[in-house]
Protein backbone atom coordinates (compact mmCIF):
# COMPACT_ATOMS: atom_id res chain seq x y z
CA UNK A 1 0.00 0.00 0.00
CA UNK A 2 1.08 3.23 -1.08
CA UNK A 3 0.65 7.12 -0.28
CA UNK A 4 -1.36 9.06 -2.42
CA UNK A 5 1.33 11.91 -3.01
CA UNK A 6 -1.04 14.10 -4.91
CA UNK A 7 -3.53 13.60 -2.91
CA UNK A 8 -1.69 14.29 0.02
CA UNK A 9 -0.25 17.05 -0.78
CA UNK A 10 -3.60 18.69 -2.30
CA UNK A 11 -5.05 21.55 0.37
CA UNK A 12 -8.12 23.43 0.24
CA UNK A 13 -5.68 25.89 -0.49
CA UNK A 14 -6.11 24.74 -3.77
CA UNK A 15 -9.67 26.03 -4.48
CA UNK A 16 -9.12 29.83 -4.53
CA UNK A 17 -12.26 30.40 -2.91
CA UNK A 18 -13.13 31.10 0.56
CA UNK A 19 -15.08 28.43 2.13
CA UNK A 20 -18.13 29.03 4.20
CA UNK A 21 -19.20 27.62 7.75
CA UNK A 22 -22.55 25.77 7.01
CA UNK A 23 -24.93 24.26 9.55
CA UNK A 24 -24.91 20.44 9.05
CA UNK A 25 -28.49 18.69 9.10
CA UNK A 26 -29.37 16.11 11.38
CA UNK A 27 -31.67 13.07 10.94
CA UNK A 28 -34.05 12.40 10.37
CA UNK A 29 -34.30 15.30 7.32
CA UNK A 30 -35.13 13.60 4.06
CA UNK A 31 -31.51 14.88 2.37
CA UNK A 32 -29.69 12.47 4.45
CA UNK A 33 -31.26 9.62 3.02
CA UNK A 34 -31.42 10.89 -0.49
CA UNK A 35 -28.92 9.30 -3.01
CA UNK A 36 -26.77 12.37 -3.79
CA UNK A 37 -26.46 13.35 -7.67
CA UNK A 38 -23.25 12.78 -9.42
CA UNK A 39 -21.09 16.31 -9.73
CA UNK A 40 -18.62 18.27 -12.32
CA UNK A 41 -15.95 18.58 -9.74
CA UNK A 42 -14.57 21.85 -12.07
CA UNK A 43 -18.20 22.74 -12.03
CA UNK A 44 -17.40 26.55 -9.61
CA UNK A 45 -20.17 25.71 -7.62
CA UNK A 46 -18.73 22.10 -6.64
CA UNK A 47 -15.40 23.96 -5.95
CA UNK A 48 -16.99 26.26 -3.45
CA UNK A 49 -19.15 23.50 -1.80
CA UNK A 50 -15.61 21.75 -1.42
CA UNK A 51 -14.43 24.32 0.25
CA UNK A 52 -17.72 25.22 2.29
CA UNK A 53 -17.18 21.29 3.54
CA UNK A 54 -13.31 21.88 4.46
CA UNK A 55 -14.13 24.59 6.37
CA UNK A 56 -17.30 23.13 8.05
CA UNK A 57 -15.53 20.22 9.45
CA UNK A 58 -12.81 22.57 10.09
CA UNK A 59 -14.94 24.12 13.33
CA UNK A 60 -16.32 21.14 14.18
CA UNK A 61 -14.47 19.31 17.23
CA UNK A 62 -13.81 16.20 16.45
CA UNK A 63 -15.15 16.30 12.67
CA UNK A 64 -12.90 14.24 10.96
CA UNK A 65 -15.35 14.05 7.56
CA UNK A 66 -18.13 15.65 6.15
CA UNK A 67 -20.50 14.86 3.15
CA UNK A 68 -22.64 17.09 1.01
CA UNK A 69 -25.83 15.99 1.82
CA UNK A 70 -24.96 16.71 5.98
CA UNK A 71 -24.68 20.59 4.74
CA UNK A 72 -28.22 20.02 2.72
CA UNK A 73 -26.59 19.37 -0.44
CA UNK A 74 -27.45 16.04 -2.50
CA UNK A 75 -24.76 15.75 -4.19
CA UNK A 76 -21.70 12.74 -3.74
CA UNK A 77 -18.85 15.28 -2.38
CA UNK A 78 -17.28 14.78 0.79
CA UNK A 79 -14.03 15.86 2.48
CA UNK A 80 -11.92 13.78 4.79
CA UNK A 81 -9.30 14.68 7.35
CA UNK A 82 -8.16 11.89 9.61
CA UNK A 83 -4.74 13.08 10.73
CA UNK A 84 -5.57 14.39 14.14
CA UNK A 85 -7.40 11.05 15.15
CA UNK A 86 -5.91 8.68 17.80
CA UNK A 87 -6.77 5.72 15.43
CA UNK A 88 -5.37 6.63 12.43
CA UNK A 89 -2.56 4.85 10.79
CA UNK A 90 -1.44 6.33 7.57
CA UNK A 91 -3.58 9.22 6.28
CA UNK A 92 -3.94 11.79 3.10
CA UNK A 93 -4.28 14.95 5.54
CA UNK A 94 -7.15 16.77 4.58
CA UNK A 95 -8.77 16.21 0.64
CA UNK A 96 -12.22 16.16 -1.35
CA UNK A 97 -13.03 13.53 -3.15
CA UNK A 98 -15.83 14.25 -5.83
CA UNK A 99 -18.15 10.53 -7.18
CA UNK A 100 -16.11 8.49 -5.10
CA UNK A 101 -16.41 5.01 -5.73
CA UNK A 102 -15.32 1.97 -3.79
CA UNK A 103 -12.89 -0.03 -6.27
CA UNK A 104 -12.10 -2.71 -3.37
CA UNK A 105 -12.66 -3.30 -0.05
CA UNK A 106 -10.95 -6.16 2.22
CA UNK A 107 -10.32 -7.24 6.12
CA UNK A 108 -13.22 -5.73 7.78
CA UNK A 109 -13.87 -4.84 11.18
CA UNK A 110 -16.39 -3.98 13.77
CA UNK A 111 -15.57 -0.72 15.12
CA UNK A 112 -18.12 2.63 17.17
CA UNK A 113 -18.86 4.85 14.48
CA UNK A 114 -20.74 8.45 15.34
CA UNK A 115 -21.92 11.13 13.31
CA UNK A 116 -22.52 14.78 13.31
CA UNK A 117 -25.78 14.57 11.82
CA UNK A 118 -26.88 11.65 14.34
CA UNK A 119 -25.80 13.44 17.33
CA UNK A 120 -27.87 10.95 19.69
CA UNK A 121 -26.37 7.78 19.17
CA UNK A 122 -23.53 5.77 18.33
CA UNK A 123 -23.20 2.39 16.79
CA UNK A 124 -21.14 -0.57 16.05
CA UNK A 125 -20.40 -0.53 12.31
CA UNK A 126 -18.34 -3.56 10.11
CA UNK A 127 -16.25 -1.82 7.79
CA UNK A 128 -13.11 -2.53 5.36
CA UNK A 129 -10.23 -1.57 7.02
CA UNK A 130 -8.29 -1.98 4.01
CA UNK A 131 -10.26 0.16 0.75
CA UNK A 132 -9.19 1.44 -2.44
CA UNK A 133 -10.91 4.05 -3.74
CA UNK A 134 -12.22 6.11 -7.25
CA UNK A 135 -12.91 10.34 -7.22
CA UNK A 136 -12.09 13.32 -8.79
CA UNK A 137 -10.50 16.35 -6.91
CA UNK A 138 -12.52 19.25 -7.11
CA UNK A 139 -11.28 22.63 -9.33
CA UNK A 140 -9.04 20.22 -11.43
CA UNK A 141 -11.22 17.19 -12.25
CA UNK A 142 -8.32 15.09 -11.65
CA UNK A 143 -8.82 11.37 -11.36
CA UNK A 144 -7.53 9.63 -8.46
CA UNK A 145 -7.45 6.48 -7.15
CA UNK A 146 -6.37 5.92 -3.45
CA UNK A 147 -5.62 3.30 -1.30
CA UNK A 148 -6.08 3.45 2.40
CA UNK A 149 -6.45 1.83 5.71
CA UNK A 150 -7.70 1.35 9.10
CA UNK A 151 -9.19 4.77 10.35
CA UNK A 152 -8.80 6.62 6.73
CA UNK A 153 -10.66 3.67 4.98
CA UNK A 154 -13.59 3.95 8.15
CA UNK A 155 -14.19 7.36 7.42
CA UNK A 156 -13.68 7.67 3.59
CA UNK A 157 -16.42 4.34 3.64
CA UNK A 158 -18.64 6.97 6.01
CA UNK A 159 -18.65 9.86 3.74
CA UNK A 160 -19.39 7.31 0.31
CA UNK A 161 -22.28 5.89 2.43
CA UNK A 162 -23.75 9.88 2.95
CA UNK A 163 -23.72 10.16 -0.66
CA UNK A 164 -25.67 7.26 -1.25
CA UNK A 165 -28.31 8.47 1.05
CA UNK A 166 -27.02 6.04 3.79
CA UNK A 167 -26.20 6.43 7.46
CA UNK A 168 -24.04 5.01 10.21
CA UNK A 169 -27.49 3.40 11.71
CA UNK A 170 -28.35 1.68 8.23
CA UNK A 171 -25.12 -1.06 9.00
CA UNK A 172 -25.70 -1.43 11.98
CA UNK A 173 -23.97 -4.87 13.37
CA UNK A 174 -27.35 -6.00 14.81
CA UNK A 175 -30.10 -4.97 17.07
CA UNK A 176 -28.03 -4.05 20.20
CA UNK A 177 -25.19 -2.67 17.86
CA UNK A 178 -26.45 1.10 18.46
CA UNK A 179 -25.91 3.12 21.46
CA UNK A 180 -27.14 6.21 22.70
CA UNK A 181 -24.57 9.14 23.40
CA UNK A 182 -24.22 9.48 27.52
CA UNK A 183 -24.86 12.68 28.53
CA UNK A 184 -24.01 13.16 32.07
CA UNK A 185 -25.99 16.04 33.84
CA UNK B 1 -36.89 -29.68 36.03
CA UNK B 2 -38.91 -26.98 35.38
CA UNK B 3 -38.89 -23.58 33.35
CA UNK B 4 -39.85 -20.26 34.59
CA UNK B 5 -40.44 -16.53 33.24
CA UNK B 6 -39.38 -14.25 35.37
CA UNK B 7 -40.12 -10.45 34.35
CA UNK B 8 -39.27 -7.22 36.58
CA UNK B 9 -40.65 -4.53 35.30
CA UNK B 10 -40.22 -0.61 37.23
CA UNK B 11 -38.28 2.37 38.69
CA UNK B 12 -34.82 2.14 37.86
CA UNK B 13 -32.20 2.00 40.80
CA UNK B 14 -29.05 0.46 41.49
CA UNK B 15 -29.15 -3.37 42.86
CA UNK B 16 -32.19 -4.66 41.29
CA UNK B 17 -30.69 -7.13 39.30
CA UNK B 18 -28.39 -8.30 42.35
CA UNK B 19 -31.30 -8.81 44.55
CA UNK B 20 -33.40 -10.98 41.91
CA UNK B 21 -30.62 -13.29 40.93
CA UNK B 22 -29.43 -13.78 44.80
CA UNK B 23 -32.94 -14.35 45.41
CA UNK B 24 -33.26 -17.03 42.51
CA UNK B 25 -29.68 -18.34 43.34
CA UNK B 26 -30.76 -19.42 46.79
CA UNK B 27 -33.78 -21.36 45.07
CA UNK B 28 -31.26 -23.45 43.63
CA UNK B 29 -32.27 -21.93 39.99
CA UNK B 30 -30.01 -21.57 37.00
CA UNK B 31 -30.71 -18.33 34.66
CA UNK B 32 -31.04 -20.24 31.04
CA UNK B 33 -31.54 -17.00 29.21
CA UNK B 34 -31.65 -13.32 30.35
CA UNK B 35 -32.00 -9.94 29.21
CA UNK B 36 -32.06 -6.30 30.62
CA UNK B 37 -32.43 -3.07 29.08
CA UNK B 38 -33.95 0.90 30.34
CA UNK B 39 -37.28 1.47 28.19
CA UNK B 40 -37.39 5.30 28.68
CA UNK B 41 -35.22 4.93 31.83
CA UNK B 42 -37.91 2.50 33.21
CA UNK B 43 -36.00 -0.83 34.60
CA UNK B 44 -37.09 -3.82 32.17
CA UNK B 45 -35.76 -7.69 32.71
CA UNK B 46 -36.82 -10.69 31.25
CA UNK B 47 -35.58 -13.67 32.26
CA UNK B 48 -35.98 -17.60 31.99
CA UNK B 49 -34.54 -19.99 34.82
CA UNK B 50 -34.54 -23.35 35.44
CA UNK B 51 -35.07 -25.66 38.37
CA UNK B 52 -37.20 -27.52 41.04
CA UNK B 53 -38.20 -24.89 42.80
CA UNK B 54 -41.89 -24.46 42.61
CA UNK B 55 -43.60 -20.80 41.00
CA UNK B 56 -45.48 -19.98 44.24
CA UNK B 57 -41.87 -20.15 46.33
CA UNK B 58 -40.16 -17.73 43.81
CA UNK B 59 -43.27 -15.62 44.33
CA UNK B 60 -42.54 -15.37 47.58
CA UNK B 61 -38.69 -14.94 47.42
CA UNK B 62 -39.03 -11.91 45.00
CA UNK B 63 -42.01 -10.42 47.16
CA UNK B 64 -39.73 -7.80 48.94
CA UNK B 65 -38.59 -6.54 45.57
CA UNK B 66 -41.69 -5.20 44.28
CA UNK B 67 -42.55 -4.43 48.47
CA UNK B 68 -42.31 -0.68 47.92
CA UNK B 69 -44.67 -0.28 44.84
CA UNK B 70 -42.30 1.04 42.17
CA UNK B 71 -41.27 -2.61 40.73
CA UNK B 72 -43.49 -4.92 39.65
CA UNK B 73 -42.42 -8.80 39.39
CA UNK B 74 -44.14 -11.55 37.30
CA UNK B 75 -43.41 -15.31 37.87
CA UNK B 76 -44.86 -17.66 34.98
CA UNK B 77 -44.26 -21.07 34.24
CA UNK B 78 -43.25 -21.83 30.83
CA UNK B 79 -43.53 -25.70 29.13
CA UNK B 80 -39.90 -27.06 28.29
CA UNK B 81 -39.13 -27.12 24.92
CA UNK B 82 -41.31 -24.49 23.43
CA UNK B 83 -38.10 -22.84 21.95
CA UNK B 84 -39.07 -21.89 18.67
CA UNK B 85 -37.25 -24.11 16.71
CA UNK B 86 -34.61 -22.91 14.38
CA UNK B 87 -35.71 -22.36 11.31
CA UNK B 88 -33.48 -23.30 7.92
CA UNK B 89 -33.32 -20.07 5.96
CA UNK B 90 -31.18 -16.83 5.78
CA UNK B 91 -30.33 -14.12 8.60
CA UNK B 92 -30.94 -10.31 8.20
CA UNK B 93 -30.20 -7.08 9.88
CA UNK B 94 -33.29 -4.37 9.41
CA UNK B 95 -32.97 -0.80 9.69
CA UNK B 96 -35.74 1.43 9.93
CA UNK B 97 -35.12 5.23 10.61
CA UNK B 98 -37.10 8.87 9.59
CA UNK B 99 -39.28 11.05 11.43
CA UNK B 100 -41.58 9.37 14.59
CA UNK B 101 -45.14 8.84 13.90
CA UNK B 102 -47.52 5.68 14.62
CA UNK B 103 -47.62 2.63 13.06
CA UNK B 104 -43.88 2.07 11.75
CA UNK B 105 -43.34 -0.99 13.44
CA UNK B 106 -46.20 -2.62 12.71
CA UNK B 107 -46.23 -1.70 8.81
CA UNK B 108 -43.01 -2.97 8.49
CA UNK B 109 -42.75 -6.23 10.60
CA UNK B 110 -46.25 -6.67 8.90
CA UNK B 111 -43.84 -6.97 5.42
CA UNK B 112 -42.51 -9.48 7.00
CA UNK B 113 -44.81 -12.00 8.33
CA UNK B 114 -46.34 -11.81 5.19
CA UNK B 115 -43.96 -13.90 4.04
CA UNK B 116 -43.05 -16.17 7.12
CA UNK B 117 -39.97 -14.00 8.13
CA UNK B 118 -39.39 -14.69 12.16
CA UNK B 119 -38.08 -11.47 14.01
CA UNK B 120 -35.58 -12.63 16.52
CA UNK B 121 -34.00 -9.57 18.03
CA UNK B 122 -35.40 -6.04 18.11
CA UNK B 123 -34.55 -2.99 19.50
CA UNK B 124 -36.45 0.60 18.96
CA UNK B 125 -35.40 4.17 19.71
CA UNK B 126 -36.41 7.42 19.70
CA UNK B 127 -34.31 10.61 19.93
CA UNK B 128 -35.82 14.22 19.51
CA UNK B 129 -37.58 13.84 16.72
CA UNK B 130 -35.22 10.62 15.02
CA UNK B 131 -36.72 7.21 15.45
CA UNK B 132 -34.63 3.81 14.82
CA UNK B 133 -35.49 0.54 14.92
CA UNK B 134 -33.13 -2.34 14.24
CA UNK B 135 -34.29 -6.02 14.21
CA UNK B 136 -32.82 -8.90 13.41
CA UNK B 137 -34.55 -11.39 10.87
CA UNK B 138 -34.70 -15.20 9.92
CA UNK B 139 -35.99 -15.28 6.45
CA UNK B 140 -37.35 -18.94 5.49
CA UNK B 141 -35.79 -20.76 2.94
CA UNK B 142 -36.77 -20.08 -0.36
CA UNK B 143 -37.84 -16.80 0.17
CA UNK B 144 -37.14 -13.83 -2.45
CA UNK B 145 -35.11 -11.55 -0.07
CA UNK B 146 -34.98 -8.85 -3.10
CA UNK B 147 -38.81 -8.99 -3.35
CA UNK B 148 -38.52 -8.07 0.81
CA UNK B 149 -36.21 -6.18 0.49
CA UNK B 150 -38.16 -4.06 -2.23
CA UNK B 151 -41.42 -4.39 -0.62
CA UNK B 152 -40.06 -2.81 2.58
CA UNK B 153 -38.98 -0.21 0.51
CA UNK B 154 -42.41 0.71 -1.06
CA UNK B 155 -43.30 0.66 3.32
CA UNK B 156 -40.82 2.82 3.83
CA UNK B 157 -41.29 5.00 1.04
CA UNK B 158 -45.30 5.17 2.37
CA UNK B 159 -44.36 6.11 5.99
CA UNK B 160 -41.43 8.60 4.69
CA UNK B 161 -38.61 6.56 6.06
CA UNK B 162 -35.68 4.78 5.28
CA UNK B 163 -35.38 1.06 5.52
CA UNK B 164 -32.23 -1.02 4.79
CA UNK B 165 -32.32 -4.86 4.82
CA UNK B 166 -28.91 -6.33 5.17
CA UNK B 167 -27.52 -9.77 5.73
CA UNK B 168 -26.52 -10.81 8.88
CA UNK B 169 -23.25 -12.82 7.60
CA UNK B 170 -20.81 -13.79 10.46
CA UNK B 171 -17.35 -13.59 10.57
CA UNK B 172 -15.82 -16.76 12.06
CA UNK B 173 -12.33 -15.95 13.06
ZN1 LIG C 1 -21.65 11.07 9.14
Given amino acids: ?185 | MTLHAITVLGHDRPGIIAETTGKLAGLGLNLEDSTMTLLRGHFAMMLICAGEAPGADIEAALAPLSEDGRLTVSVREVPAGTAAAGISGTSWVLTVHGADRPGIVSRIVGELAAVGGNVTDLTTRLAGDLYLLVAEVDLPAGVDAAAVEAALAAAGTELGVGVTLRGAEADDL
Fill in chain 1, 1 to 185: MSLHERLASWSEDELGVTGRVLDVVRAPAPVLSTVGADVDPTAQDVVQLAADLVATMRVSPGCVGLAAPQVGVSARVFCVDVSAHPKTQRHHGTFVLCNATVVEASRNEKSREGCMSVPDFTGDVKRATRLVVHGALPGTGESVTVEANAFEARALQHEIDHCAGLLFLDRAAGAHAIYARKTYL
